[in-house]
């Protein structure tokens, strides 16, 4: 696994960029004290929500779904929606590394090239799309060759009790609207809990493809989290979805780590027209409730 403890500061220096000056940090939506302590997660959270339609910052008509497991008690904490398929967006991407990986596991004639691992990199740290696309198209030469529900097929052949509710039926098309590829929250937890626990082929490969430095939204713009936390996710936006889904690996004070899951998918029946300020809403939305689960997990494991 590689370790991440200067992603934060990876990031300012990004944000500095050729401007010469840090871009105003992302908004925290505060919890209300009622919401802090008290209850369930699960509660808690579905209440957070409640209050984040109230302010507008998830919409009355949104579908949400979010997903919550803890490592080290092997405890789900949070289950909203879980098992119903969501638009998967950007966040199908490493399911398709994932089915590569399953191929060449499977099969002597396939190598895991520089090529291969520069264009996955592509595909998650810069969610390049032609990238994925490649990576899609190997994946069916090396089946079937029926395209895009190749990849389904691999997947649940190799992976049945994971990728349950994973619908892949589409490349994605030019200007990255994709809205036809599903997964549920459920998928990306038990991918998440497989490749944690190295009961994937490749999960080695697949923490440091996830680890890669990018914006996400589950620890970026949370002022709460220390800087020395480690991410593995994948971000998903189109005109109609804003999510995240990845593992958060928290220090406790005295020493050790606490990994735990984290999955929010926002989805809009309709797309968007107002685009930018429509997602950042909700990437805040996502923010506000990490920031809700962070601080229950250090209430749990006295984390730093």
Same mark, same amino acid.
């Not at 696994?1 to 500095?16: E, G, I, K, Q, V």
């Not at 919890?31 to 302590?37: G, N, R, S, T, V």
């Given at each position: 696994?590689?370790?991440?403890?200067?992603?934060?500061?990876?990031?300012? !220096?990004? @944000?500095?960029g050729a401007t010469g000056y840090? %871009? @105003?940090? %992302?908004?925290?939506?505060?919890?209300? *004290?009622? %919401?802090? &302590? /008290? /209850?369930?997660?699960?509660?808690?959270? &579905?209440? !957070? $929500?409640a209050s984040l339609r109230a302010q507008g910052l998830i919409g009355a008509k949104d579908r949400v779904s979010w997903s919550v497991y803890d490592f080290t008690t092997r405890q789900k904490l949070v289950a909203i929606n879980e098992d119903v398929p969501r638009q998967a967006a950007s966040m199908i991407k490493p399911f398709v590394c994932? @089915? +590569?990986?399953?191929?060449?596991?499977?099969?002597?004639?396939?190598?895991?090239? *520089?090529? $291969?691992?520069?264009?996955?990199?592509?595909? $998650?740290?810069?969610?390049?799309?032609?990238?994925?696309?490649?990576?899609?198209?190997?994946?069916?030469?090396?089946?079937a060759g029926k395209g895009p529900a190749d990849v389904e097929r691999v997947l649940k052949r190799y992976g049945p009790g994971i990728f349950q509710d994973t619908r892949i039926v589409e490349y994605i098309p030019k200007g990255g609207r994709t809205y036809r590829n599903l997964a549920s929250a459920g998928d990306y937890h038990r991918f998440l809990e497989a490749m944690w626990l190295s009961k994937l082929p490749y999960a080695d490969e697949m923490r440091d493809l996830l680890a890669l430095n990018n914006r996400d939204r589950m620890v970026d713009g949370v002022a709460t989290m220390p800087a020395n936390v480690r991410v593995y996710d994948k971000t998903g936006s189109t005109a109609m979805l804003c999510g995240d889904m990845g593992i958060i690996v &928290?220090? /406790?004070?005295?020493? /050790?780590?606490?990994?735990?899951?984290?999955? &929010?998918?926002?989805?809009?029946?309709?797309?968007?027209?107002?685009?930018?300020? +429509?997602?950042?809403?909700?990437g805040d939305a996502i923010r506000s409730v990490s920031d809700l689960v962070y601080q229950d997990m250090k209430a749990r494991h006295a984390l730093a």
């Open positions: 696994m590689s370790p991440n403890p200067s992603r934060r500061d990876f990031l300012r !220096h990004l @944000a500095l840090l %871009l @105003a940090p %992302l908004a925290l939506i505060p919890i209300p *004290p009622a %919401l802090a &302590a /008290g /209850g369930t997660l699960q509660t808690r959270v &579905a209440n !957070h $929500i994932q @089915a +590569w990986f399953y191929q060449a596991n499977q099969s002597k004639k396939l190598s895991y090239t *520089p090529e $291969i691992r520069k264009t996955m990199e592509r595909m $998650i740290r810069s969610s390049c799309n032609d990238s994925t696309n490649r990576i899609m198209k190997l994946v069916s030469q090396n089946a &928290a220090p /406790g004070e005295l020493g /050790g780590s606490y990994p735990y899951t984290f999955v &929010a998918i926002i989805e809009s029946p309709v797309r968007i027209k107002a685009y930018a300020a +429509w997602m950042k809403r909700r």
